[in-house]
């Protein structure tokens, strides 16, 4: 699954207090949609099935989706509320603000529909730490109007917030093995840095701190990366290799020393394993 595909983008994030019976009914949104309830209660019915939300609720509503709204008629709910696209799609040549929503079903463009995202999530949740969530979204609230030349620097922080959020989001609610444990991103960040400047340590410095076993880090590890730690540095190391042997005149044996191996046959030795040739013979095919 090609996973570079998916860059998330919110084009609106707001709050939306109702009034007191107020419905909002048969909306297809073109964007994903993420709802939190933080006051108030209200219903929410989506594909013949009804939730009942109230603080601390979390909807998931897929891009397209039919569902309605209907606030409670003494204490109405109120909306924490963001559309976004999992791979962003640009709509402005069909939508005057980035609130992209049909109410007839059979007005949807579904060629503007924007793509799933590849595992499922729950449509419905609730949450504990209601003020957490609510002080992550506050953070991205965006006004309904597309940026431009004034607005983009900001955009660009409040895509920074957001994509926090969706880290945060996504590792709520994927409880799964196909994501990895959120420890092995400070110990990956450490490494890489560590790898960039020629500063590698034992494996053990780098997971001591999350009070694991070697066995078990290997398999989180693993899981985070595909591959073992060794062979994932090696495979660093490598691929470094590969740009100076693509755009330099630098001698091999330079290359192998630069790049922290022990000596120039281990590089070639280790090259030839991971790409089935020589580094000379990369060397050669890339400067063709």
Known sequence: MNFAAYHPYVHYATRYPFSKGQTSLNRHCYSSSIYLISEG????????????????????????????????????????????????????????????????????????????FPYEIPEYLKVEKLRVWTDLFEKFYTENHYPNERTYIRNIKLQSYFLHFIEFFLSFVLRDDRFPDRRMYKVLERLDQDLLHGLVKPLESYYKDMRVSRGYFFELFKQATGLPPTQYINQFRINRAKEDLSHTSISITEIAEKHGFASVHYFSKLFRLLNGMSPREYRDEAND
Request: aromatic share 12%.
């Open 41 to 116: 209660s209200g219903s929410l019915r989506t594909c013949g099935r009804v939730y009942r939300t109230d603080p601390g609720s979390v909807v998931y509503i897929p891009a397209g989706q039919q569902h309605d709204w209907i606030a409670d008629s003494i204490i109405p709910m109120v909306h924490i509320c963001c559309y976004f696209d999992w791979s962003h799609i640009d709509r402005r040549a069909w939508f005057n603000h980035p609130s992209m929503i049909c109410y007839d079903a059979s007005q949807l463009n579904v060629s503007l529909v924007s793509a799933p």
